[in-house]
């Protein structure tokens, strides 16, 4: 059942609703009428569902009802909807510690969307402390096992409904903490589902860049002439030696080895493709748009849902090496307060003009004294001339 907002409180059965065009459901079809009959759409007016979609899935079976068909493949529809979902609740009963066969199918074909699971084990009011905490080590330590990896996703303790705690009075603060902490997460998921979407495209970009350059070295390994089943034999071969077309593409291209496709799924998919000369070449141009695309337009989106502060870090280096010069050449020394390069360049030109100007001082005193003992020589000459000092003037 999937729960969206409307104007108006209805239900609609499950082939209506995957030909409307206002709800995502359309690929649902895919999985038959039997799953159809049993899909609903419920609409309702709640403010929360402007801003979220539910989808409530069936409990699992467990013990002899395991044994009874859905009518549909469970799983699929399970696979499907996790991934387009932003946010997976996995629920466990307190009282029930097994985990079953169905249920552990399911997790285990969640296992691709596990950053995006959360464990809520419901109904912990039911059992006394002692018996919550061995409880929820317990569970830990199944999904552990599922999941094959230590970290297992945040888990959720808790009883919710509107009734008071039946036991566990003794931590009642704790389970309404956990309860507060999962309200906040669902209110906050509007807003971290941008940031999820950018992640998902960048980890694409890669996955493209990767598979270009595997379609590439495939086609580059293929005959020119392919006659009497001779492109197919090779075809084949290629497909028996994945593992070392896989070091060569991280070789040439600088790929890391967890970007690379699992090596059984790549050469199942190779096996069924008809002919590899269909790959395309590695394009330059088109390998510098998705690089392009990782360094420049992913940060303008992550600019605009705000972004991170520069810790400095990163520009240290740089103006290190900028001051380095060119084969690490010694960088000159940074200038002292005060003696900045905006007037260091005409204090050294004139420091450049001194002596010029003291030799032009020399020479002056020079001629100032020949000037004086000329005026002494010329003086009667002068005087005969012009009259004594008082009545002709001065020279």
């Not at 002596?355 to 004086?372: Q, R």
Request: hydrophobic fraction near 45%.
């Amino acid at each position: 059942m999937a729960i969206v907002h409307g104007d108006e409180a209805k239900v609609i059965n499950g082939d209506a609703a995957t030909c409307l065009p206002e709800l995502p459901y359309s690929g649902l079809s895919q999985l038959g009428s039997s799953f159809l009959s049993k899909f609903q759409v419920l609409v309702e007016r709640a403010e929360i569902l402007k801003q979220l979609t539910f989808i409530d899935t069936p409990g699992v079976l467990s013990g002899d009802k395991q044994r009874i068909s859905r009518g549909y493949d469970f799983m699929k529809a399970c696979s499907w909807l996790a991934s387009r979902c932003d946010l997976i609740l996995l629920l466990f009963d307190a009282h029930k510690l097994d985990i079953s066969d169905e249920f552990r199918e399911v997790i285990e074909a969640l296992s691709g969307d596990g950053d995006k699971c959360r464990c809520v084990l419901n109904k912990a009011d039911e059992i006394d402390g002692e018996n919550l905490v061995k409880v929820y080590g317990a569970l830990m330590w199944n999904l552990g096992k599922i999941l094959h990896t230590p970290e297992v996703a945040r888990m959720y303790i808790g009883s919710f409904w509107d009734k008071d705690y039946l036991m566990c009075q003794d931590l009642e603060r704790l389970l309404n903490q956990d309860r507060k902490d999962l309200m906040q997460e669902l209110h906050d998921l509007p807003r971290n589902v941008c940031v999820r979407r950018i992640n998902e495209v960048v980890a694409r970009a890669r996955a493209v860049k990767v598979h270009l350059a595997l379609g590439a070295a495939l086609r580059a390994r293929m005959p020119t002439i392919g006659l009497c089943g001779r492109r197919r034999r090779w075809e084949r071969w290629c497909c028996d030696r994945i593992p070392d077309l896989y070091q060569e593409v991280i070789k040439d291209h600088q790929f890391a080895a967890g970007d690379m496709p699992p090596v059984d799924q790549f050469r199942e998919r190779l096996l069924l493709f008809k002919d590899f000369r269909r790959f395309q070449r590695w394009n330059e141009r088109e390998v510098a748009d998705l690089d392009r695309l990782i360094s420049v337009d992913i940060p303008r989106l992550m600019a605009l849902i705000g972004g991170v502060s520069s810790s400095g870090l990163r520009a240290r280096p740089c103006e290190a090496a900028a001051r380095a010069g060119p084969e690490g050449a010694k960088a000159p020394r940074p200038a002292r307060a005060g003696r900045g390069p905006a007037w260091r360049g005409p204090c050294l030109a004139l420091l450049a003009l001194l002596p010029l100007a003291a030799a032009v001082a020399m020479h002056a005193e020079a001629a100032d004294a020949a000037l004086l003992e000329l005026r002494a020589a010329a003086a009667p000459y002068l005087e005969h001339l012009l009259g004594p000092a008082g009545d002709g003037g001065e020279l």
